[in-house]
């Protein structure tokens, strides 16, 4: 019989995950290896040994995303045993998914899953923009972002063969049509009560931009790494990972985009916003650039 992957709208990874006394979300191995279908844990120990070493490779701290604990593990007859085991922190399974067989349905879920909410989680942690302190300057620094992040990717789907600026619009439609649930810019204009000559980025509140630029930097980089070939695949591309994006908004519980609320025009802040406040935006922009995996 084929294994429930679904309950409610909830990945299995969203079901079995936990959260400590402080908030911190973790996993635990002997329950995560079950449903990722090792069949023996000593295997998937050796896994979390690779793990372990990634993370030090990429300066990750060990102890803050692998700490030893006892798993109390079912044995037959209703009976559990403690066993020793593991809590994983999200980038941890991140990296055991990552390395993993990608031809089982649950490891290809895995990737999509942890892949979409560490980069969620990075963007929102990053340095520079945890300095700000206001919704408006969290909103240009996203918006800077989104600007340079698309000069990238249109870079990216070039190389691919998005060559004309037709092209390229019914590129960025199908990035548009993943996340927005079919709608495509001119759909998204009608659906926020935008005007023709007004850009979407330009009105957008800082999570709605923060999900558009998971999306514009996660299809710059498949495309580059899977040397993605061809106008039809790239505009697959942009689709398929737009819609992962808006499934994992989904599972969190998310407000999906085409529904949050219409900010005021960005230039519109630019302009009315005190020098002290823009001044700071840049000095935090300048002090650590955004990098993508």
Not at 84 to 96: D, F, N, Q
Not at 268 to 280: F, H, I, N, R, S
Request: net charge positive; aromatic share 8%.
């Amino acid at each position: 019989m084929k294994k429930d992957l679904s309950q409610q709208g909830l990945s299995v990874f969203e079901q079995i995950k936990q959260t400590d006394e402080k908030g911190n979300e973790f996993w635990m191995a002997r329950q995560l290896a079950k449903t990722l279908d090792y069949t023996d844990f000593r295997n998937f120990s050796g896994v979390i040994e690779k793990a372990k070493e990634a993370c030090i490779n990429s300066g990750h701290p060990v102890k803050n995303h692998i700490v030893e604990s006892n798993e109390m593990v079912a044995i037959g007859s209703g009976a559990e045993r403690e066993m020793p085991g593991y809590k994983l922190s999200r980038y941890t399974c991140y990296l055991i998914v990552q390395n993993a067989d990608p031809s089982k349905e649950v490891i290809a879920l895995g990737q999509s899953y942890f892949a979409v909410q560490t980069r969620l989680q990075e963007i929102t942690q990053m340095e520079a923009y945890n300095r700000l302190s206001t919704e408006d300057e969290k909103r240009v620094f996203l918006r800077n972002e989104m600007s340079k992040h698309n000069t990238h990717l249109a870079t990216a789907a070039k190389n691919a063969g998005v060559i004309t600026s037709l092209d390229y619009a019914i590129f960025q439609n199908h990035g548009y049509m993943g996340l927005y649930g079919g709608l495509d810019a001119k759909g998204i204009h009608k659906r926020k009560g935008l005007a023709k000559s007004q850009q979407i980025p330009d009105h957008m509140g800082s999570t709605e931009l923060a999900a558009n630029l998971f999306r514009a930097t996660q299809t710059e980089e498949k495309l580059r790494r899977e040397n993605i070939k061809g106008k039809h695949n790239a505009n697959q591309t942009h689709f398929e990972v737009g819609k992962k994006v808006r499934k994992t908004i989904q599972e969190l519980g998310g407000t999906m985009p085409e529904n949050l609320p219409v900010a005021d025009s960005i230039k519109k802040l630019e302009k009315t916003a005190k020098p002290k406040q823009l001044k700071t935006v840049r000095q935090n922009k300048e002090a650590k650039d955004y990098k993508g995996y």
